[in-house]
């Protein structure tokens, strides 16, 4: 069986399971945010009455972190959902905005959009908060009301999206019917040039096979090239199966999957013990293909969609209006990181916004020094228009006072992970997705360019 | 529920992504409320880009829509796990998609909620019809016919039993799977 397969057949008691069964699994995780969890716990209500409990208050992961820093009355009305919801059930692992239990969440606007709105509890974009504060693990199964709860598959788990309507049925059963997906197996060699990113590597296979090419199907990760990937990279990998249309895209957990896992546990006091699947000799892929990473060069998904790839070098032509890094896939510290080594000490020619995914990555980029300054410090010096706000930000548009929002047809280059009309705001405007380096080296051009002719 | 359905089609081209069914800034609205309910389906649509789609799909006044079939190309609802997509869809009156093919999340989420029949067209039926012809689809038959021309769609299956229920619980209820509301 393959690792997805391997996962299911035990989270649903068999031996064995075949692509294209239909089969109930166990939730080991259920995760969800402010813009589906109203509605899930509504659902919830709805379905199993007013009085009724969660099955495992344990196993209920809660992150708000869609619309937080906006002054929109609904999107602060519905963080006050889910703690109340958090409150009736005696939920342990709820990542408020506030930290009064009893309190209600207001935006100030006043206060501007840059400094940071949020207590001690809150973690930032669900999917890279989930790892941090130890609620991944390998062998598990996921399911979260986001398609990018994919993500959590760079962990060796299986991991996806649902909606609020199932999630609603697992909050009472624990319990979901899937189809076991087909797999897809992606066999990475070689190692990536400089200049050249993990993002890279997804962006090119997504333009191979085409943005529905793993419709329904497993996204399964393999080879020297892989294992040689850090856990960030693995998850901007991942992160992005489904904009390939696949269910989950999954690594095999090794050492570096444990060590990661095994320290964010012990740091956060979460479950500690799990079962990794192994990788069988026996796996039946339905599409089975090499790639030489050293082969890779810096690429780019142009609009309107992700599957539409053509190369940083060939792009000069296009003219910007603004560059974004940030959200779960392009918002991590290593990101971050990538994109300052760039801009150090030069400034950037077109509006630049940066929105780290976590309080982790603010708190990272303030510590992390070069030459007696801040990484922060180094990024704010270019022109980049930081905010120590960690949420999802103008990745998805979000209401109309989001921070790095497109109220107007503009064009940008993002390190985000979806690019379709009006993604990051108005519906003419244009979205090309890149690496952290692809976007630092645009920003700075004022067109799109190729980021090894910087580094 | 009648075998039958006369209406007129609203027509969209490939990759409809939920952010073009329904934009991430009207996700504040709480499907499970029933003024939200009904906002978010006068908002259905709405991200389509106007050069590309002319006409307004929601009738101009109102919250709902004249089309109650969508026809659609390849990757119907692709993108954002938004549970919101359908339910706007149905909120706005629509009772069936006619797609060439789905994406994953979309079509279980049309099933799950019960809002609309996901069906799948053997031909492109979005180069075929104009937004505004009229269609009928026969559920028994899995056909759309129009202009006389009677066009085979992928049978339904497991699933209109489950969308005629209104949704999975309403389903499980039905055939005691689960317990009926207390």
């Known amino acids: 069986m393959t690792l997805t397969e391997t996962i299911l057949a035990r989270a649903s008691g068999r031996a064995r399971v075949e692509p294209g069964d ?28 007013r009085d009724a409990k969660v099955w495992d208050r344990e196993k209920i992961v809660i992150i708000p972190d869609h619309y937080i820093f906006t002054a929109d009355s609904l999107s602060n009305r ?17 990542y408020d905005v506030i930290d009064d239990p ?24 669900c999917h890279t908060a989930l790892p941090e504060k130890g609620h991944v693990r390998p062998g598990e199964v996921l399911f979260g009301t986001d398609s990018h709860t994919c993500m959590a598959g760079a ?30 197996r992606f066999y990475l060699d070689g190692a990536l040039q400089k200049g050249v990113m993990a993002k890279d590597v997804i962006l090119h296979v997504i333009g191979e096979i085409g943005f529905d ?3 329904y199907r497993a996204m399964q990760w393999q080879g020297p090239g892989a294992s040689a990937l850090g856990m960030d990279d693995r998850m901007t990998i991942t992160n992005m199966a489904i904009e390939a249309g696949g269910k989950n895209g999954i690594f095999a957990a090794d050492q570096t999957t444990f060590d990661f896992v095994d320290a964010r546990c012990a740091a956060n006091g979460t479950k500690a013990d799990y079962q990794p699947a192994e ?31 053509a190369l940083a070098k060939t792009l000069g032509h296009i003219t910007l209006d603004r560059a974004y890094i940030g959200s779960c896939t392009g918002g991590k510290t290593s990101d971050f990181l990538a994109f300052a080594e760039i801009v150090r000490g030069k400034r950037v020619a077109v509006d630049t916004f940066g929105v780290p995914a976590t309080p982790g990555v603010v708190d990272d980029l303030h510590k992390a020094q070069w030459n007696g300054r801040s990484v922060w410090q180094w990024l704010e010096e270019a022109g980049v228009q930081m905010t120590e706000n960690a949420s999802c930000a103008a990745c998805l548009g979000g209401p109309v006072d989001t921070f790095g929002r497109m109220n107007k047809p503009l064009t940008c280059i993002s390190a985000t992970n979806r690019n379709f009309p009006g993604r990051m705001g108005h519906k003419d405007s244009k979205v090309y997705l890149a690496s952290p380096y692809t976007v630092a080296a645009s920003a700075l051009a004022g067109r799109i360019s190729d980021p090894r002719e910087f580094l | ?17 939920t952010d073009q069914i329904i934009p991430a800034q009207y996700l504040t609205l709480l499907p499970t409320v029933p003024e939200e309910y009904a906002l978010l389906g006068s908002y259905a649509m709405i991200g389509l880009p106007e050069g590309a789609y002319p006409t307004k799909f929601i009738t101009p006044g109102t919250q709902e829509t004249e089309y109650v079939v969508m026809v659609a190309g390849k990757n119907f609802g692709c993108g954002s796990s938004r549970e919101h ?17 789905y994406a994953r999340i979309f079509f279980r989420n049309s099933v799950a909620t019960g809002e609309v029949f996901p069906y799948e067209s053997v031909d492109r039926l979005c180069d075929v019809l104009k937004t505004g012809d009229e269609v009928t689809l026969d559920f028994s038959n899995d056909t759309l016919t129009h202009a006389g021309t009677v066009y085979a769609l992928k049978p339904l299956g497991e699933v209109r039993p489950v969308v005629e229920a209104g949704g999975i619980f309403a389903y499980a209820r039905q055939t005691g799977m689960i317990p009926a509301a207390s």
């Open chain 1, 78 to 94: 519905n963080v006050d959902i889910l703690r109340d919801f958090v409150r009736e059930q005696h939920l342990p692992y709820f």
């Open chain 1, 102 to 125: 009893e309190g209600h969440w207001q935006f100030d606007a006043a206060r501007g959009q840059l400094k940071r709105q949020y207590g001690r509890s809150f973690a930032g974009v």
């Open chain 1, 22 to 49: 239909n089969i109930w699994v166990n939730t080991d995780v259920l995760l969800t945010h402010d813009v589906c969890g109203p509605g899930t716990i509504g659902v919830f209500h709805r379905e199993f009455g």
């Open chain 2, 1 to 17: 529920m009648s075998d039958q359905l006369t209406a007129r089609v609203f027509v969209v081209g490939d990759n409809i992504d």
């Open chain 1, 213 to 215: 090419g793993a419709t």
């Open chain 1, 155 to 184: 962990f060796g788990e299986f991991a996806t999206g649902i909606g609020n309507t199932d999630a609603g049925f697992i909050l009472g059963t624990g319990k979901l019917l899937i189809k076991v997906p087909e797999t897809m």
């Open chain 1, 279 to 309: 990788l069988s000799r026996d796996q039946r892929f339905v599409y089975d293909q090499a790639f030489d990473l050293s082969a890779l060069e810096p690429t780019v998904a142009m609009h309107p969609n992700p599957g539409n790839r």
């Open chain 2, 85 to 101: 997509a359908p339910i706007a869809l149905g909120a706005a009156g629509v009772r069936a998609v006619v797609a060439q093919g």
